[in-house]
């Protein structure tokens, strides 16, 4: 994915890039997601060591909720 991709939705949905979660399974997305000031987050399914950068890492999706409902409590 390209950093640039990100910036565009941002702009179009007026939302602050640093407030999009960008959920990925590889260092690319990882690195996407760093350079266009997203928030990364890694989604390791098979449990094995990754270290991309990411954030945050989940193994399910539903692992999302908590992230999310943390995020909304910082603000």
């Keep these: 994915p390209c950093p640039k991709g990100l910036k565009m939705l941002s702009e179009k949905m007026k939302i602050n890039i640093s407030n999009i979660i960008f959920v990925g399974d590889e260092k690319k997305d990882m690195l996407c997601a760093i ?3 997203a928030y990364p987050i890694l989604i390791n399914r098979e449990n094995t060591i990754k270290n ?4 945050k890492e989940i193994h399910s999706f539903i692992e999302l909720l908590d992230i ?3 995020k909304n409590k910082a603000e």
Excluded: F, K
């Design 35 to 37: 350079h266009a000031g």
């Design 52 to 55: 991309y950068g990411q954030s």
């Design 68 to 70: 999310i409902h943390e």
